[in-house]
């Protein structure tokens, strides 16, 4: 809708108004940049626990955290990653086997 309205305006602002429509469309742009700069925080490198605190609405980040915190447990996610993960494990075995099995070829010889 704001380009239809430009779009309308701009010619005839160039014919009443000439090199003044580039300082109007030029301040209104720094008057923009402006009320970003002043008004908006700035979120660049915040967690999502500091996000909420800045726009106060503690308590999201941490409540989704903590359901996470409950489904991994009730899955059993949480018991895996405390003990290492089933595929280390089996390396593992494997490895016990395939040394074994080189530690009796080699009584063999």
Not at 15 to 27: A, D, E, P, R, W
Not at 71 to 79: A, C, K, P, Q, S
Request: hydrophobic letters at 45%; glycine letters at 10%.
């Amino acid at each position: 809708m704001n380009n239809f309205i430009v779009g309308q305006v701009t010619p005839d602002m160039l014919t009443h108004m000439t090199y003044g429509t580039y300082l109007f469309f030029g301040i209104l742009t720094y008057l923009g940049a402006g009320f970003i700069w002043w008004f908006f925080p700035e979120t660049k490198a915040l967690s999502l626990e500091e996000m909420d605190v800045l726009f106060g609405s503690v308590g999201f980040a941490s409540a989704d955290a903590e359901r996470m915190r409950e489904i991994n447990r009730e899955i059993g996610l949480e018991e895996v990653v405390r003990s290492g993960s089933v595929v280390a494990e089996e390396k593992r075995d494997l490895g016990n086997e395939k040394s074994s099995a080189r530690h009796l070829e080699a009584e063999s010889l």
